[in-house]
DNA sequence: GTTAGCACTCTCCTTTATTGAGTGCTAAAA
DNA sequence: TTTTAGCACTCAATAAAGGAGAGTGCTAAC
């Protein structure tokens, strides 16, 4: 059977009127609201090719057909128009990276905000990929008697700083020496290597002050294990509720405690680590809990150096022109933004 | 009428069942359940005495009754057995603070994690709160020839650091000298009372660096919004559904949205500075959204300085017992672990 | 003061129609 | 050969009706 012009342009009606009434489409709705020239018993036939094509399906016999992933994928590939965005929008999100000064947590956080406000869908951010960049300075700061400031500087200029407690008698010199050292041997590589215990260099000049070295180990320890922590942030939750396909309570539950498996998010964020926007539609994505939502992300970039992502979680009957139009505007307004800052 | 004893045990064993049930408790089952030595027929007349006393409701004439809002103060008030915890929840909580170092900002989210797993309600933490602490230094530290940390160390020992970038030929004398003047100017004085463009001295400093100046005006107003931005960490906000009374999608919805307006939080929290722990049940609450929930919070402090409260939100009906024992379990840890590590 | 008994109320659940949107098929028209 | 009109049929959703059950309030006896 052909995919003829005709055949396309009644599923992109179909597709159309589903995603704004999320009710079934009938024959006689798409020959009365979308001009084709045709009746209702011929779009009928239509449709019935379609679904044997594997585009549409009825939920059940007497109800009208819905698109399938497939019909989704299609859609998204061939027949949607991406729209730019309206000046309202664009301005929110100029008004957004206005703000000049701000840590990159709070900028990422900020980003799924206003992700979630646009799209009116649930954003979540995946925050830069400590994992993926090396060490380019240590350097332990003095602030007063008690405090010290543990700071590394990374490749893609993105700091991690932790304040620690030094015990007394330590003073500046002393934390030079141990940043010299530190310096030394981790200069170049990536968190994962750090492995402070192996040092025998620091364990002599800790020998007289056993207490400090162990919490020294135990700081970073800990920013390791914030690598591995998988940091992802969410924006919109709520939103979810004004979608009729989420009235149902157990649906909307399940996808909420889905929402709380930040290592699910993670994964399905870091997959999409090709420059750009992707779409994920319906069972297209791994997990069989996303199998009834569509993800569309996009990366962020420091330059030219891909750090993380940023998406979109919506039903498979989502206004994929409009996501995609903002994700892509996002994530580039985003990497602009780093890469002026930090670049 | 009298509140005699009989009454009372009657009292709390509706509350008893309501909590563990949500339906409302007939007279026969009182009867049954609980064994008082009367018959429903006598149970029912005091149930209408206590309904008449404003104790208990009925939702309809033929339901059984079900605890007002009065009748719970009383329980919480009177009746109830404050339980300590249990051993494994004493562990879990301690397993929480067993980390010695974290980001103060991550041990009160981590907190209010622990806080919703453990009670199966929503959670809330506030931030330390920045306005009621005075500046006990600040300090401009250069990382490297692109970066210096601005660290603020408060009167609580509580730190908050931020990244700006410096423009060249600053180097680290310039910054010390920086650092001086702010703190002869700032030391002892709240964050609010920070007004940087009144200080003629820095002005003359920067006379030659008007842009770097401008940029450190953006960053210490920041910090000044930060202040002011009220944040509060939210734990579970997924196990409201777990309750019946949040099955209608529609409380649910509302309940949700409610927890996004952090301002509201922000007050719900910050009325309650008094030590110790605080239950507001249902329409005790200043504002009408909580009017169906009871909070139940305990503060947290350094040392003895109040430095913000953790709470948790469930329906009226709450295990008020165990939420009373873990809150103030909750809030002593927290306490005496940030004091142990900043105090 | 307490209890048994009974009429009464009100929600909840199940069953039964009824409606309406939509399909698939057939036969006629183009 | 393609399109269309017509019609029987299907199925979900809604409404109406009829118990069933839990619970109360009242009365009269213990």
């Known amino acids: 059977m052909k995919l003829d012009a005709r055949k396309l342009k009644i599923l992109q009606a179909i597709i159309n009127d589903y995603i704004i009434t999320a009710e079934p489409v009938g024959s006689r709705t798409v020959a009365k609201k979308y001009d084709l020239g045709v009746s209702s018993a011929t779009i009928r036939n239509e449709m019935s090719d379609l679904e044997e094509m594997g585009y549409l399906e009825q ?16 859609y998204v590939d061939k027949l949607m128009k991406v729209r730019s965005l309206n000046d309202q929008e664009a301005e929110y999100i100029k008004e957004l990276y206005k703000t000049k ?46 405090f010290a400031l543990l ?24 934390l030079n020496k141990v940043s010299n050292i530190l310096n030394d041997k981790y200069r170049g590589k990536t968190f994962s290597e750090i492995d402070l215990k192996e040092v025998s260099k620091i364990k002599e000049v800790f020998a007289r002050n056993q207490k400090f070295f162990n919490s020294l180990v135990d700081v970073l320890t800990h920013s390791l294990r914030a690598v591995q922590d998988k940091e992802v942030y969410l924006g919109g939750t709520a939103n979810i509720f004004k979608l009729p396909e989420f009235q149902d309570i157990f649906k909307a539950r399940s996808f909420l ?3 709380e498996e930040k290592d699910l998010l993670y994964d399905v964020l870091a997959s999409s680590q090709d420059d750009g926007v992707k779409v994920s539609i319906g069972a297209e994505n791994h997990y069989d809990e996303f ?47 780093l890469t002026k800052l930090y670049g």
């Open 59 to 74: 939920p059940h016999t007497s109800a009208g057909r819905v698109p399938s992933d497939k019909g989704y994928r299609l």
């Open 101 to 146: 000064i701000m840590q990159l947590e709070q900028v990422i956080f900020n980003t799924a905000k206003v992700l979630s406000e646009i799209t009116n869908y649930t954003s979540v951010a995946l925050a830069p990929q400590l994992s993926k960049v090396t060490i380019r300075h240590i350097q332990l700061v003095p602030i007063d008697k008690e």
């Open 257 to 259: 405690s889905l929402l």
């Open 291 to 337: 199998k009834e939502c569509s993800i569309v992300t996009a990366t962020y970039s420091l330059g030219d150096r891909v750090l993380g992502a940023i998406g979109i979680i919506g039903p498979t009957r989502m206004e994929y022109s409009r996501a995609v139009a903002v994700m892509d505007h996002m994530g580039k307004a985003l990497s602009s933004y």
């Open 151 to 174: 700071v590394v500087v990374t490749s893609s200029g993105i700091l991690k700083d932790t304040v620690i407690r030094v015990p007394d008698g330590i003073d500046g010199d002393f």
